[in-house]
Every structure is written in structure tokens, then in C-alpha cells.
T-cell receptor
Framework: AQSVSQHNHHVILSEAASLELGCNYS??????LFWYVQYPGQHLQLLLK??????LVKGIKGFEAEFIKSKFSFNLRKPSVQWSDTAEYFC???????????FGAGTQVVVTP | ETGVTQTPRHLVMGMTNKKSLKCEQH?????MYWYKQSAKKPLELMFV???????ENNSVPSRFSPECPNSSHLFLHLHTLQPEDSALYLC?????????????FGPGTRLTVT
């Protein structure tokens, strides 16, 4: 069965620290990859997405992610986090032609001042 | 942001009640989705509609009944729920069969079954 794994359930770090969240998926065919973010009390928002081309994609708020096909990974990075990055981050994979998304369990990120 | 709206935002219901969740999208999309978000679990896709036709029922119990009268509105009718059905129910919408689509989510309905 297809699955999406996010390695960390909780991450706590200080402002200005670098952030990297892991995401691995199990599917051998063509995939589209997404990172969504859910800030406290807000709805899920798209951070970035990968469909094709340059495997290093840049999203909003200084986030980027790298697709490594050989490792079935799509890790999210930000070089210097801010307190406002405190949120839950979800990796998602689309494998169907019509768009069904499979989500990871999410990673809760807390940035301390 | 008013792209996808959901009402009510919070709902408390007894196990014998019947209630409905409503979702409306103002983005011109033609596919709509219901997800269940429980603590510490991945989002679970429940139902998918495209062009008003249900294309996915992800083994959801019959006490959840979706309705999609048009491409802008989606309902989730609830009856005789169980306490384990307490969760955040999210609606999303997208374009169907687009190569660069993404799903837009509503704020969710926090459901508590007592």
C-alpha cells in the first residue's frame, strides 16, 4: 500500500535555527509532491509543490524542498526559522491522475523566541 | 480568506442526533473532498466528488452520508455517530484533471460526539 512517512512528530527549535523536516513516500510511479502548513487556529495552506523540472522548489515564507527521486524523499527546509513558523507541517503525495492526495501524519514545529 | 468556507465551525452532538456539515467553495473548482483529521494521525480522505459525481468512498461507515448538489456545495450528513468520530472535518476543493492543480482547504468543523 502507498504511504507517506514524516520522520518527526514534534520538533522544537530556537529562532534563527535551521529547519529540515523529512518526508518519504512509497510509490514507484510518477508523483506530485506537496507541503502544507497549518498555523494555530488556521486552515491548511499550501507551502510549495513539485510537479516536474528542477527538483529544488521554493515556496512561500522562505521555505524550500528538494525532491530526491532515488530516495523517494521530499524534505522541507528553511535556513532560519522565526517564531511565526510555529505550526504543523504536512507532506502530501498525489499519485492518481485526478488528484487524490495521501498525507503524512504531520510534524508539529515549535519555534521558541 | 473566503475561498472555501465551512459551517458550523464547531458542533457538539449526541450519538442519536442527526446533523449536517456544509462546505462551499468560491473558486470555480469542480472537485470537492471531505477529510477527517484526528490527533496524531494522517488526514484521512473520506469522499471525493468531481463534476458532482462521487468518485471515491474510502470505506467510510454509512453513518456518514455525503451530498453534492452542485460543484460549489458539499454536505456531510451525520447520524448515529460514535464518540470515536469526534475529529476535525475538513473540506477541500480543486480543479479536476489539471496537471498543476492543488487542493484548497476550508477551516474545518470541529465535531464532538458525546
Amino acid at each position: 500500500a502507498q504511504s507517506v512517512s514524516q520522520h518527526n512528530h514534534h520538533v522544537i527549535l530556537s529562532e534563527a535555527a535551521s529547519l529540515e523536516l523529512g518526508c518519504n513516500y512509497s510509490y514507484g510511479g510518477t508523483v506530485n509532491l506537496f507541503w502544507y502548513v497549518q498555523y494555530p487556529g488556521q486552515h491548511l495552506q499550501l507551502l510549495l509543490k513539485y510537479f516536474s523540472g528542477d527538483p529544488l522548489v521554493k515556496g512561500i515564507k522562505g521555505f524550500e524542498a528538494e525532491f530526491i527521486k532515488s530516495k523517494f524523499s521530499f524534505n522541507l527546509r528553511k535556513p532560519s526559522v522565526q517564531w511565526s513558523d510555529t505550526a504543523e507541517y504536512f507532506c502530501a503525495v498525489r499519485t492518481d491522475s485526478w488528484g487524490k492526495l495521501q498525507f503524512g501524519a504531520g510534524t508539529q514545529v515549535v519555534v521558541t523566541p | 480568506e473566503t475561498g472555501v468556507t465551512q459551517t458550523p465551525r464547531h458542533l457538539v452532538m449526541g450519538m442519536t442526533n442527526k446533523k449536517s456539515l456544509k462546505c462551499e467553495q468560491h473558486l470555480g473548482h469542480n472537485a470537492m473532498y471531505w477529510y477527517k483529521q484526528s490527533a496524531k494521525k494522517p488526514l484521512e480522505l473520506m469522499f471525493v466528488y468531481n463534476f458532482k459525481e462521487q468518485t471515491e468512498n474510502n470505506s467510510v461507515p454509512s453513518r456518514f452520508s455525503p451530498e453534492c448538489p452542485n460543484s460549489s456545495h458539499l454536505f456531510l450528513h451525520l447520524h448515529t455517530l460514535q464518540p470515536e468520530d469526534s475529529a476535525l472535518y475538513l473540506c477541500a476543493s480543486s480543479f479536476y484533471d489539471q496537471t498543476s492543480y492543488e487542493q484548497y482547504f476550508g477551516p474545518g468543523t470541529r465535531l464532538t460526539v458525546t
